[in-house]
Nanobody, 126 residues
Framework: QVQLVESGGGLVQAGGSLRLSCAAS????????AGWFRQAPGKEREFVAA????????YHADSVKGRFTISRDNAKKMVYLQMNSLKPDDTAVYYC???????????????????WGQGTQVTVSS
């Protein structure tokens, strides 16, 4: 089994920045495609960003493009989400996910992911 643990969430003013981290542990042999999703109160969970197994490809949702950047460090089994110019609409619980063994491009569909973290709360005040 693989465990994913997110960290780095918190309360920030509009225009501020946060960096989310996602650490993989457990049976982590091999590599994985990774993604970030978020769920705001009363809304469906939505895709935020994805990165291929080697970091060669990334994709960001239009709503965060130019403000958020996904990256990874495979040696550390870490995936990151740098969030700049935060807006109140970015308030949500952010989840990281892993599609273990996927060595293709980015993965954007929730159902493709095998493992999920417990989520970290991001609150942006106006």
């Amino acid at each position: 089994q693989v465990q994913l643990v997110e960290s780095g969430g918190g309360l920030v003013q509009a225009g501020g920045s946060l960096r989310l981290s996602c650490a993989a542990s457990g049976r982590t042999l091999g590599t994985y495609a990774a993604g970030w999703f978020r769920q705001a109160p009363g809304k469906e969970r939505e895709f935020v960003a994805a990165i291929s197994w080697n970091g060669g490809s990334t994709y960001h949702a239009d709503s965060v493009k130019g403000r958020f950047t996904i990256s990874r460090d495979n040696a550390k089994k870490m995936v990151y989400l740098q969030m700049n110019s935060l807006k109140p609409d970015d308030t949500a619980v952010y989840y990281c996910a892993a599609d273990w063994g996927h060595r293709g491009g980015v993965v954007m569909a929730e159902y493709e992911y095998d493992y999920w973290g417990q989520g970290t709360q991001v609150t942006v005040s106006s």
